[in-house]
């Protein structure tokens, strides 16, 4: 999985980094893609704000938490939305294109197996 993590109105430390990509792999077992992840922090007056989104194979999921105490609490909370959109499978997904793609390639090779045996040469 491939985390960008930024920051704003606040110090991104090493601690909220790793716990970020400790938290982001319990979302990465659910698919077998490579996925790409882009995580947004902040803090707007009292509260403390993330933002997810990652993008995988033709899909995309959003997610916000904020939590006024505590940013690791905030994190959580984000992650946790994640991981219930995909166990539910409820994320938007574009693979309509992707399949028509495949099932030409796949006829195209059949034929061209198909003159090979006829013509050998």
Request: neutral net charge; contains cysteine.
């Amino acid at each position: 999985m491939d985390v960008s993590i930024s920051a704003k109105h606040m110090d991104l430390t090493d601690s909220l980094k790793a716990y970020v990509e400790e938290r982001l792999s319990r979302v990465n077992k659910y698919t077998d893609f490579n996925l790409n992840a882009d995580i947004f922090l902040g803090v707007e007056k009292h509260r403390n704000h993330i933002h997810a989104t990652i993008k995988g194979n033709g899909f995309y999921l959003n997610s916000e938490a904020e939590d006024p105490a505590n940013m690791y609490k905030a994190i959580d909370l984000c992650v946790d939305k994640l991981e219930k959109q995909l166990r539910r499978g409820k994320y938007t997904y574009s693979d309509k294109k992707k399949g028509k793609e495949l099932e030409r390639e796949a006829i195209i090779s059949s034929h061209r197996t198909l003159d090979k045996e006829i013509n050998p040469n």
